[in-house]
């Protein structure tokens, strides 16, 4: 065989992903291009899965029905590897499917794993929790032979339902916001008899493509735009971009940044973080605040959950129960003019600022953002020169950070400040 032949029997990655694209968004009305593009290399990287160290999950959410996401599943599981349909299946049953060369796991109506009606599926949850990584098995005693067994866990999963999926699934997925159509929008309907074929004949040419050179795919160190757990979800999806050249190595850099920008606000609004970031808006420029005081400050802020968080808004209890998580406790600090009382100091939060939140809100030339109401005049700022720290302790503490000092990577406290603090 002459050079020539070899270059033309080798398959064309990007004209297959380019295929795969269009089959895509004919059948399906897809949010954006990048997410088209992120579903069109998700779907691709199941062909690949055993040169994958971590199996990215697929999550199709939508705010209400009829959004296509059953639709969506259903090219998933006509383009994928060896769909496996989890609905109805016994959770013995999707434990001894997963191989070293897994199917690929589709769930629809995921409420039923994840929900309320979602009694008895914990085996299911653990499977699709412990399943995102490699060397994560599930082990089972074996009564009749006496011995401990080792069921491998690790497959990609593709799971669609209406509203967010759980902080575990989606923190370790690609997630595509599904949308009714809009008066105008049109797509081609799929008959799973006359369309499935030839979706299958792509599937089958992309497995060729990719499982040829698994040993190179399994040995990419792409470089990646993001970091950490993102990185790891994304890995494979670049790596297919990357292998397949022309220009998708670009676009699927450009889906991670605009996918994992979405995911990033769904973070931002979970409880205990809002809160922290709450926390450090109401203390402005103070350094210890009663904590009658902070839940003040925080129920005044407006679009906050704080006012309404339980029967009677947040409680100092709760605040206590959600910023223990961050190591950040209360004690009893002594306030100029106030007397004693119980309160936090803003030097216990600098750490979780910097560590989970570390952008501040600006408000004008840069200053810290400042409540939406007044504050309670009876509650003045505390100086440094009469900061005193917990009475559980006898030494006075040391001046804390100040809001400009949050890192405490720069500024310290006046020097007269100081020696006040000392005497």
Known sequence: MTTLDTEQSTPDGAALLDSLRTALTRYVSLPSPETADAITLWIAATHAQPAWAHAPRLVIRAPEKRCGKSRLLDIVEATCHNPFITVNSSPAAVYRSVTNDPPTLLVDEADTIFGPKADGNEDLRGLLNAGHQRNRPAKRYDATNNRVESIP?????????????????????VIARMRRRAPGETVAPYRHRRDRPALRTLADQLAEWLRSDLPALEAAEPEMPVEDRAADTWEPLVIVADHAGADWPDRARRAVLALTANEGDDNATSDRLRLLIDCRTAFGEDLA???????NRLRRMDESPWQEYGPNGLTAMRLGTLLKEYSIRSGTIRFPGNGQAKGYRRADFADAWTRYCPEIPAAGEGEPSQPSQPHNPSSE????????????????????????NEAGTAGTAPTSARTGDAT
Do not use: H, N, Q
């Open 153 to 173: 866990t690790f497959a990609m999963a593709a799971l669609a339902g209406i509203g967010a999926m759980p902080d575990t699934i989606e923190d370790r997925a």
């Open 289 to 295: 605040l009663p904590t009658a005081e902070l839940l």
């Open 381 to 404: 700022p505390v100086r440094l020169d009469s900061w005193y720290g917990s009475s559980r302790t006898a030494r006075k503490a040391v001046p804390p950070l100040t809001c400009r």
